[in-house]
DNA sequence: TATTATATGTGACACAGTGTCATTTGTCAA
DNA sequence: TTGACAAATGACACTGTGTCACATATAATA
């Protein structure tokens, strides 16, 4: 999280540095951003990011606090709408995110956002995802709201499997639905994968 | 790929080099060796670095390539062997890895490569894997070989989608094999998202 | 053997980026 | 108007990069 410091800035200038961020964010992935850059782009002293953030990571987690505090509203909602249906409200994350990213003409930089959510979440990782975003439904609160009287799931630790993998048929599909040019063809594919996942593939 | 270069080097030069590489890579995640640590493990200039390899990168994929090739052919072998069982076949190449990791006390150096090998394999990808190594089965030799008559599978665009899919939980279980303390944890979670992929998660 | 190509090895060099810190500048209350 | 605290600054010491002119082997030729 920013400092005191940073909070206290004048709008005005806290929008130059979240600007000359996203540009860098979105130029290139993660590991290649540069603070250089990013501070060029502001036109603020080297040592003023290190006033304000501690980090890139610090910074671009700030960038994506509203959106993760908005999806979890979303989740939320969703799930109850759903009455518990993981599927339903897993297939409601992934066209909120890609309709998002469209309407705000940030596919690039929603791109890059998807690539950084690194599978492997771990101490080396370079962008620590905090443990509550990391995916969603890994949240306690939300893994009570779901129903599984007709899942083929006998305790918490199967929940957590299915969950996984759900988790990794969405990423994957998110970032081919920014890979692919036709949208249609990723949103085809993950259904077919939630398919593949409720139903089985034997025959 | 090396140069003629290097692989006219003596044996012995060749293999200080190739053991400082491993420990570095073996060190940190990809993206934080450097090609400097390896320069002055191997005890050669820096200019030689680039006279045998074009980067890191290069350098890491021919370090793989032994391991890639086995697998190959080790991947063939299963398919015929199980006569085409895809689901039969990922697990066996699963022990493979995990016993052969285990084996070579290469374990937190597996443990990188596997890390390194991005699920988001794009032109912006740091380590730019191979085509023919991005995942097992995505090669047309291995696809043909697959059995598909007790599937649901109408064409080969979904058998791609299995196989995606499969690659991804595989990668997964691989990962928290390495991660996890124990190796049946990660074996019994690895057995499990099989099934569910297979017989499904609905009652 | 001496001479000349050719291949290989080397580290200094110019760059790009990092995080820190002593110092300067701004703000406001007494 | 002074003093005290907050904020901004950029030079500094680092670490790392890829390159290139030059040094040193190795082999081929006369």
Do not use: C
Request: overall charge neutral; glycine content about 2%.
């Amino acid at each position: 999280m920013p400092t005191e410091t940073f909070m206290k800035l004048p709008e005005e200038k806290k929008n130059k540095i979240l600007q000359a961020a996203k540009e860098e964010f979105t130029r290139v992935p993660f590991e290649q951003t540069s603070i250089k850059n990013i501070v060029e782009g502001a036109e603020i002293a080297r040592g003023s990011f290190y006033q304000y953030f501690t980090s890139k990571e610090d910074l671009l987690q700030y960038m994506m606090k509203d959106d993760i505090d908005n999806l979890d509203n979303f989740i939320r909602e969703k799930l109850q709408e759903s009455k518990g249906d993981i599927f339903e409200a897993y297939l409601a994350i992934y066209d909120y995110i890609t309709k998002k990213a469209w309407k705000d003409k940030d596919l690039q930089f929603y791109k890059r956002l998807i690539e950084n959510a690194k599978v492997v979440e771990d101490e080396s990782s370079i962008l620590r995802i905090p443990k509550d975003i990391k995916g969603p439904f890994h949240k306690e609160e939300f893994i009570r709201l779901i129903d599984t009287s007709n899942l083929q799931i006998q305790n918490e630790e199967d929940l957590h499997i299915v969950i996984q993998m759900l988790y990794l048929i969405t990423r994957k599909a998110l970032v081919n639905n920014f890979k692919y040019q036709s949208t249609e063809k990723a949103r085809k594919e993950y259904l077919k994968m939630i398919d593949y996942l409720k139903n089985g593939v034997l025959k």
